[in-house]
């Protein structure tokens, strides 16, 4: 079983930064991949941004040069940096961590994060 802990949403205004972190835990040998995603009302879960265990990284268009994804092996984390001047009031959302062991995809619990303008 894999344990994910999220922190770091929140309300920002426009322009502000925040620092998405995600922690996974328990049984997390293979990890191929960690990732962000997230929901906002009466829309579909979307993918964010995602990096690889090799640190290939994949975007959303919407977030491209605004957030960086990024993770520190050893400590088994993904963060998400949502960049000063960036953020836009349309990135409110819940996000969600995701994280793939082999075959098996986890979700954290999601932290809200709320951007007004």
């Known amino acids: 079983q894999v344990q994910l802990v999220e922190s770091g949403g929140g309300l920002v205004q426009a322009g502000g930064s925040l620092r998405l972190s995600c922690a996974a835990s328990?049984?997390?040998?293979?990890?191929?991949?960690m990732g962000w995603y997230r929901q906002a009302p009466g829309k579909q879960r979307e993918l964010v941004a995602q990096i690889t265990s090799g640190g290939r990284t994949n975007y959303a268009e919407s977030v491209k040069g605004r957030f960086t994804i990024s993770r520190v092996t050893a400590k088994n984390t993904v963060y998400l940096q949502m960049n000063s001047l960036n953020l836009k009031p349309e990135d409110t959302a819940v996000y969600y961590c995701?994280?793939?062991?082999?075959?098996?995809?986890?979700w954290g619990q999601g932290t809200q994060v709320t951007v007004s303008s």
């Open positions: 995701r994280v793939a062991v082999g075959f098996t995809a986890y």
């Open positions: 328990g049984s997390i040998l293979g990890i191929n991949s």
